[in-house]
């Protein structure tokens, strides 16, 4: 039997079976009130609740199926600094302070989770270290700038750029001619993250229901959530749904596309293999707009991701799949057996800069972190909260960037994107 890769339990991934626990909370009942409501129980959502619940607010969280079933416990367990790419390119419409502090939140991401692991003692194999691997000259002259105005900016981590001759203290593949190690990036357990965040928003209050698909809001100067068996009222409405978001609210469903993301999991790797594909234990990507990323567990099986599909249907055997890639990085793992695949959906933006914004002046929404949303998630977690308290300066920022609605309508988005990746793995070639 086939099972289905976006089931309605938590994907049959290596995350959920080394899951710290199974959540198991009710499904919203009759009529509740709160400060306020929260629509989907993923990073957004449970980042936003944390920060909500830690400054005083009463908080719901309505998730369609279980807490970090949707992207945020499915994803490659990459932390890597930055948000979106390329904040240069808004520089109109938020000018020159706001392209500054985007990339200084880009740095802040990574320490909110890194801060938040250890706050609350959150047990996700959080490890540092992340290499940014490169295939082409083009690669390379893009790293370095990088890792000039990172230095210029004072990154407080370790930082190296690396030539072809010192790649392998990194990783052993002869794919690449180097790269960037950043020390202050890393990787994770996703879904143990999530989790632990839903836990801690737990015990300063916030109420999760699971289960609990939100199908239409009221808008007004109290909008009201309904689901199937039960409505909250609410000062503010948060929705947190993203790629998974559907026709919940037709102003933002439309900017942001749903494209399948896929990942295998080897077997354990021997002591004599991993330590020499991945010597250092980073998480690695290259820098192609398909790209692979991939790093070890905690047990030392190889978890190794990439998109390779925009058209909104899921590949026959993602083993199939995945695996002649991974072996174009790492031929010795043809023998090596794959224990898990699975897949998830990530929201894509058409500018690939996350989507933060107000649909009404009570109801708010971040989505689209277009494949690079651990540390954006939390980083916009943090702003709504702050806007709810009444400090939007941060949250106008992202707010002022324009964001397109996809083309096409619902039936023709997912081709339209499907034909602008070809275009982009067109241009990977050079
Ligand atoms: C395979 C894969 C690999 C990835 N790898 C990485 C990586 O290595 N590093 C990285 O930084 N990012 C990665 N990403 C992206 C990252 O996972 C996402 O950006 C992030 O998890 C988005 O979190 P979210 O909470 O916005 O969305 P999700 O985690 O998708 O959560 C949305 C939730 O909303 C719920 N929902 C939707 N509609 C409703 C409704 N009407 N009522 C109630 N609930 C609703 C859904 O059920 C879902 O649980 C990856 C994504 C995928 C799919």
Redesign the pocket.
């Known amino acids: 039997m086939k099972i289905p890769v976006h089931s309605a339990n938590h994907a049959p991934s290596y995350y959920a079976a080394t899951a710290n626990r199974q959540t198991d909370y009710q499904s919203l009942q009759g009529d509740q009130s709160a400060d306020v409501c929260i629509?989907?129980?993923?990073?957004?959502?449970?980042s936003t609740a944390l920060n909500l619940a830690e400054r005083g607010y009463k908080v719901i969280v309505?998730?369609?199926?279980?807490?970090?079933?949707?992207?945020?416990?499915?994803?490659?367990?990459?932390?890597?600094r930055g948000i979106g790419h390329g904040a240069d390119q808004f520089r109109n419409e938020i000018g020159t302070e706001g392209v500054e502090a985007i990339f200084r939140m880009g740095l802040e991401a990574v320490e909110i989770v890194r801060n938040t692991v250890d706050r609350y003692q959150i047990d996700c194999d959080l490890t540092l270290g992340y290499f940014d691997a490169a295939t082409k000259p083009r690669h390379m002259r893009e790293l370095e700038e990088d890792y000039e105005s990172l230095t210029g900016y004072g990154y407080p981590h370790e930082l190296k750029m690396l030539d072809r001759s010192e790649v392998a203290s990194v990783v052993g593949s002869d794919m690449y001619i180097g790269g960037l190690v950043d020390m202050g990036s890393g990787h994770l357990h996703?879904l143990n993250l999530c989790l632990g965040e839903a836990a801690a928003a737990e015990s300063m209050g916030a109420q999760l229901f699971e289960h609990?698909?939100?199908?239409r809001i009221k808008h007004g100067t109290r909008p009201v959530v309904y689901?199937e068996q039960g409505s909250v009222n609410a000062d503010f409405v948060v929705l947190?749904?993203?790629?998974?978001?559907?026709n919940?609210e037709p102003r933002i469903a439309g900017k942001v596309l749903p494209a399948?993301?896929?990942?295998i999991a080897t077997e354990p790797l021997p002591e004599t293999l991993h330590s020499r594909l991945m010597p250092r234990n980073m998480?690695i990507c290259d820098q192609r707009v398909a790209l692979d990323?991939y790093r070890l567990s905690a047990d030392k099986r190889l978890l190794f991701?990439g998109m390779c599909n925009y058209s909104g249907r899921e590949p026959a055997s993602i083993t199939a799949a995945m695996r002649p890639k991974m072996l174009k990085v790492f031929p010795e793992l043809e023998s090596i057996t794959i224990d898990y695949e699975?897949?998830?959906?990530?929201?894509i933006g058409a500018n690939r800069m996350p989507q933060l914004g107000r649909i009404e002046n009570n109801v708010l929404f971040?989505?689209a972190?277009s494949?690079?949303?651990?540390?954006?998630?939390h980083m916009m977690g943090r702003l709504v909260a702050e806007a709810i308290s009444g400090q939007a300066e941060r949250f106008d920022v992202f707010a002022g960037i324009k964001h397109m609605t996809f083309p096409g309508g619902k039936h023709l988005r997912s081709p339209l994107l499907a034909a602008g990746m070809l275009y982009y793995r067109f241009m990977d070639l050079f």
């Open positions: 629509v989907g129980g993923g990073f957004t959502g449970v309505l998730e369609a199926h279980k807490i970090s079933w949707g992207a945020s416990g499915r994803n490659g367990g990459q932390l890597i996703p609990s698909a939100v199908t689901t947190g749904g993203n790629a998974y978001i559907g919940l399948g993301s896929y990942v998480a990323y991701g699975w897949g998830g959906n990530i929201g971040a989505q972190y494949g690079h949303g651990i540390n954006a998630t």
